[in-house]
């Protein structure tokens, strides 16, 4: 069975809501936070990265288009252009506004993934025909009364992956190895007689 929509790849398809309509508009459509790749360690230089978007999904004619996006391609703590970093949810709220969850900035270092403190935000896009929330500008919350060395990352990073893994990988290798120890001599036993 064919997918109903596909995405560029490398898109970071992420959360995802369908709009109520009312006052925005586009009732039924899907409109999805793009959270973008890991550049460049999975896609290697890239000039148009795909994702660091909202895209919208038609679903009567099933076509995706991008809705909301930056000037400049990429997430804006590399390009410096402002806009997305890393879009992860939407929601539609009461007021008739969407609301998009952007991660922040990241950064990965021989530990691991990093997440810089205080660059999430919450997105909020609304028709022009409705008012701002914050003319004053945007609400500033401290950062978490932890310290930063006791503050730990939810995502694993691959050396933690690995120390997690690495008893059941040598199990399962050394499982492997017996068995095809075995199927060799069984082989070999089978070729004398």
């Known amino acids: 069975m064919p997918p109903d929509v596909t995405f560029d790849p490398h898109s970071g398809v992420n959360g995802f809501a369908f709009s109520p309509g009312g006052a925005f508009g586009f009732e039924g459509d899907a409109f999805i936070a ?42 804006s703590y590399v390009n410096r ?7 992860t949810d939407i929601a539609f709220g009461p007021d008739g506004s969407m609301y998009v969850l952007d991660w922040g900035a990241s950064t990965v270092t021989d530990k691991g ?34 310290p930063p060395e006791r503050r730990r990352a939810q995502v694993r990073n691959v050396p933690e992956l690995y120390a ?6 040598l199990l399962l290798l050394g499982g492997l190895g017996l068995a095809a120890i075995a199927l060799l001599l069984v082989i070999r036993a089978s070729r004398r007689t």
């Open 81 to 87: 252009g402002g806009g997305f970093d890393r879009p």
């Open 164 to 169: 997690m893994l690495a008893p059941t990988l």
């Open 113 to 146: 993934l990093e997440l810089v403190p205080q660059t999430g935000l919450v997105w909020r896009v609304f028709p022009e025909r409705l008012p701002a929330l914050r003319p004053g500008g945007p609400v500033v919350v401290e950062a978490a009364p932890l």
């Open 34 to 75: 793009m959270f973008g790749a890991d550049v460049p360690a999975a896609t290697g230089i890239n000039i148009r990265p795909a994702g660091y978007s909202v895209g919208q999904v038609n679903v009567r004619t099933r076509q995706v288009r991008e809705f909301a996006s930056n000037a400049l391609p990429g997430p």
